[in-house]
């Protein structure tokens, strides 16, 4: 079992940044491919970013150039820098693991509320 914990949302004009934080509670921190999420009102839960271990990164069109995810295996910790931030990136923002080798090890985090808005 994965216990993840994000931090650090909260309301920002447009064009401004924010950065999330999530803290992973695992001795196998290396074995998942972390990545976020997010799910705005009405809308279903959709793939903002993922990294592996090794540090290879991948992101959303919608997202690219304006957002960084980061992670720290010391730490247990991942992390996305969100800059030009736009209205439409107002939801809820979760932390995902997901194992390498096996599929049904996945767990979420409790999501974190990102509002842009001026």
């Known amino acids: 079992q994965v216990q993840l914990v994000e931090s650090g949302g909260g309301l920002v004009q447009p064009g401004g940044s924010l950065r999330l934080s999530c803290a992973a509670s695992?001795?196998?921190?290396?074995?998942?491919?972390m990545g976020w999420y997010r799910q705005a009102p009405g809308n279903q839960r959709e793939w903002v970013a993922d990294?592996?271990?090794?540090?290879?990164?991948n992101y959303a069109d919608s997202v690219k150039g304006r957002f960084t995810i980061s992670r720290d295996g010391a730490k247990k910790a991942l992390y996305l820098q969100m800059n030009s931030l736009k209205p439409e990136d107002t939801a809820v923002y979760y932390c995902?693991?997901?194992?390498?080798?096996?599929?049904?090890?996945?767990?979420w985090g409790q999501g974190t509320q990102v509002t842009v808005s001026s």
């Open positions: 990294m592996r271990s090794g540090g290879s990164a």
């Open positions: 695992t001795n196998s921190f290396s074995s998942y491919i």
């Open positions: 995902n693991a997901k194992h390498y080798y096996d599929s049904t090890l996945r767990y």
